[in-house]
């Protein structure tokens, strides 16, 4: 059995041994392009390892012999057994012989430093690899023996890790017939990386310093440069915000196109391997990556390969120092981004639209056209809503959806933010994209790059139209139509052999990216917190690392249970105890589940036009579809049921036994505001807690001039509300696309606003959060607001990990600047 494929001999024949990556590079290889050379620990090796295991009574022989019955919707089980099952991987021993045959076979190169990278092969050629893009990663180690085999057993371990298991059993694909193997590549000297993605209009190049995973972990914005596909002419270029570079031990980053202007603090190594990352300097930050005749080189490469990988390709790419100057080298040769399955980038229709990706992850699924004459009662599942715009009142029905596409929004806006609360891909800011989509079309979205494309249709979809047109419906006179109950296969399509079409990206991207929970995570003095308002996911948020929950959105929390009706027709109705007991029993879940983390309770914040029948309490709306509407505290002035029951649920909270919830008011423009609803908390007993804090969202600009003023009235803490402040700062409405390139929080006035109000926090003795979604777009901006004194940082569950590690980064960097000061 041959255990090593090198690079420069691997044949297609060979693909289930050695994984589509490494049968990628071997054949631009053998075309006389410049790849790394490397060789393939094959996927048969891990086959037999696995084999060997089955005879033991090991849970790992469990799972091959399929008798572990894994719920992976059971959140808590799924992390645990796969916690054991990797633990398992990473205390056995390696199969006789291979690690001497590794050491020996790293002995041809002088590179003290080496990546191990995954490379999968499934057992149907057709299924496409490019779609488990990030499911595993690569591990870096120094040339030793010990280390090897760690690095080995880490990337085998990653088959057993939460999110594969949970994605291949999704998929249908039985995890013992996945192929994993191992491209072993020696690191040397790098200088810059980035990514290739070429189409016929225009290439788009992403370049970063150093190594490219600080841009694959998104810790770094890259620099992007658009170059004319033809001539090579660059189009336009954008300078990105790179604050750190990861390196490898003797890696000279940046040594030659930077000359000598290389940050050498380093913060931390990871996982005890030769992988480094550094702070850069800020002329270094400033400067963009690529020189011109770097540039020039990538534009003629990709002229060549059109030639190879046809018109639409993508492809990750390395500058190497050697000897005077740095030498271009291609790390991994993708499909072409928009190759689903079965070459689907040959079926793509003449429908090509761009937007604002404000949800990331990509899916393919046929669409569901909303008109903004329809009220929506149901959704088909799986499906993609093309809609003009989201409001927060739809969110019941788009619990089963799969992506959502808007004419309307920006960022920060409800599409934005429902979006990411249900973990799946969004677009919005396409305009007529409701006139330019018809039912049934089958799209594929992705939420990163804000592109929606109209696909084929699957065999047996051409008359899903048809079927979608007839779905539940609410018209404005209030006349139901149902003509046709959906089941899954009338919407996801059947193939002619009854299997579902493939779906496979959709878990992938709606998936949260989870921290390893087989290791320790070093604690970081900045909290770090969680913004939900979905009971179901409570669950996924547990098993993350986070100190609590930074922000309850009860506008959306309690949509579940108002049956799209406005609270005040309940109480009007005579039914005020049932909603106060439903409530109640909402927030308990939350609470209870999180105890004794802390919960802080955002009460109600709607716009008049945002709640269906306003005018039915007696408060006028202000204006139609303004951007402020008469919300927040303002509200409560003028009609305070609602918000007095929200405070009777909050105390039958207390009186449950639960002392970690805290109540944070919105919205709050004048000291008055928040004095008269500081009197309605002490009224309904809540301060008798004395856990129990009352804070308010610092969102209005007048908090920065009115601070001192509230904490003399009772204020205990704040959380930078960034959306708001961000608009009103800058005058920019938040949903308007039009105006979304305005709306930036890292705009100098914000990020001023910011920083001032953590000092005046300070001053005052009080706690300064923030739950805006500026950390979790702008991750680069962490380090700043840990640098200032931020108390905690709230995100959304897939910003968590990368949340996680831009703190811990920062307060690894502030730990060194202060050794570093003493020393001197």
């Not at 660059?234 to 000359?259: D, M, P, V, W």
């Amino acid at each position: 059995m041959n255990k090593l494929y090198w690079l420069n001999e691997i044949k297609p024949s060979h693909r289930t041994q050695v994984g589509d990556k490494a049968v990628n590079l071997s054949q631009i290889i053998e075309h006389g392009y410049p790849a790394i050379p490397g060789f393939v620990v094959s996927a048969e090796i891990l086959h037999e390892y696995l084999e060997q295991k089955a005879a033991s009574q090991t849970l790992v022989a469990e799972l091959a012999d399929s008798s572990l019955h894994l719920d992976v919707d059971n959140w808590r089980q799924l992390q645990q057994v796969a916690l054991r099952l990797r633990q398992e991987i990473m205390s056995s021993s390696l199969p006789s012989g291979l690690q001497a045959q590794i050491y020996e076979a790293l002995q041809t190169w002088e590179s003290p430093s080496t990546v191990f990278r995954p490379s999968v092969a499934l057992p149907n050629a057709s299924n496409n690899t490019q779609n488990i893009s990030g499911l595993y990663e690569c591990v870096f180690c120094l040339r030793d023996e010990k280390e090897i085999t760690l690095a080995l057993k880490r990337v085998w371990s990653q088959l057993f890790s939460a999110r594969s298991l949970l994605y291949w059993q999704k998929t249908g694909i039985d995890l013992r017939s996945i192929n994993l193997a191992v491209l072993v590549q020696p690191i040397n000297n790098v200088i810059a990386s980035g990514s290739l993605e070429v189409n016929p209009s225009r290439c788009e190049i992403q370049a970063t310093w150093g190594l490219g995973v600080a841009i694959d972990w998104g810790e770094v914005q890259p620099d992007v440069y658009y170059v004319e596909p033809k001539t090579g002419k660059l189009l336009e270029q954008h300078l990105g915000n790179k604050i750190l570079a990861y390196r490898c031990e003797n890696t000279a980053i940046n040594e030659s196109l930077q000359q000598g202007q290389t940050s050498v603090l380093t913060l931390e190594k990871t996982e005890k391997t030769c992988l480094q990352v550094s702070l850069l300097e800020e002329a270094q930050q400033q400067q963009y990556v690529l020189s011109e005749h770097n540039l020039q080189e990538i534009s003629e490469l990709a002229h060549q390969l059109v030639f190879k990988l046809g018109k639409d390709y993508l492809v990750n790419w390395t500058f190497i120092q050697e000897a005077n100057s740095p030498k271009l080298y291609l790390t991994k040769v993708s499909q072409p981004v928009t190759n689903l399955s079965n070459n689907l980038s040959n079926n793509l229709s003449n429908i090509s639209l761009k937007g604002i990706g404000v949800a990331t992850g990509q899916v393919s699924a046929n669409a569901v056209v909303i008109g903004s004459e329809r009220i929506i009662e149901q959704l088909p599942f799986n499906t993609i809503l093309i809609a003009s715009q989201i409001t927060p009142d739809w969110l019941p029905v788009l619990q089963e959806i799969s992506g959502i596409v808007t004419e309307k929004g920006g960022l920060t806006s409800h599409a934005a933010i429902i979006a990411r609360e249900l973990g799946i891909p969004a677009v919005v800011g396409i305009k007529n994209v409701t006139k330019l989509i018809k039912n049934g079309d089958r799209l594929f979205i992705d939420g990163d790059s804000g592109e929606v494309n109209r696909l084929a249709l699957n065999h047996g979809e051409e008359h899903i139209e048809q079927h979608i047109d007839n779905v539940i419906v609410e018209n404005k006179e209030g006349k139901q139509k149902q003509k046709h109950s959906f089941s899954k296969s009338s919407v996801i399509g059947v193939s002619s052999q009854g299997a579902k079409s493939t779906h496979y990206t959709t878990w992938v991207s709606s998936f949260p990216s989870i921290p390893d929970l087989s290791t320790n995570l070093p604690m970081t003095s900045t909290r770090l917190m969680v913004n939900l308002s979905q009971p179901t996911r409570i669950d996924k948020a547990l098993s993350l690392p986070v100190d609590g929950v930074g922000l309850l959105r009860s506008e959306l929390m309690v949509l579940s249970i108002l049956n799209r009706e406005n609270p005040y027709t309940w109480i009007r109705n005579g039914r005020h105890e049932q909603l106060l007991d439903l409530w109640t029993k909402t927030i308990l879940e939350f609470v209870r589940s999180f105890s004794p983390k802390p919960v802080y309770y955002r009460s109600l914040d709607w716009r008049t036009h945002e709640l269906p029948n306003l005018h039915h309490h007696g408060v006028e709306a202000v204006e139609p579809e303004t951007a402020l509407g008469g919300r927040g505290t303002f509200s409560y002035t003028l009609n305070s049921e609602v918000f007095d029951m929200e405070l009777t649920a909050l105390k039958n909270v207390q009186q449950a036994g639960y002392h970690n919830i805290r109540l944070m008011l919105p919205f709050v423009r004048t000291v008055e505001e928040f004095s008269f609803c500081r009197r309605k908390v002490e009224q309904a007993g809540l301060t008798d807690i004395k856990e129990f804090e009352l804070w308010i969202m610092a969102e209005v600009p007048s908090v920065l001039f009115l601070l001192p003023e509230y904490v003399k009235a009772g204020v205990q803490g704040i959380s930078i509300g960034t959306n708001d402040l961000t608009q009103l700062l800058l005058g920019v409405d938040r949903d308007r696309a039009v105006l979304a390139k305005s709306l930036d929080e890292r705009h100098p006035v914000v990020m001023g606003a910011i920083s001032r109000l953590i000092d005046m926090a300070k001053e005052a003795g009080i706690p300064c959060s923030i739950c805006g979604q500026a950390p979790a777009l702008y991750p680069e901006i962490i380090e700043k607001l840990v640098q200032w004194g931020i108390t905690s940082i709230s995100v959304e569950p897939e910003a968590l990990q990368r949340t996680y590690q831009a703190i811990y980064r920062a307060e690894q960097g502030l730990l060194l600047q202060a050794a570093r000061h003493q020393l001197r």
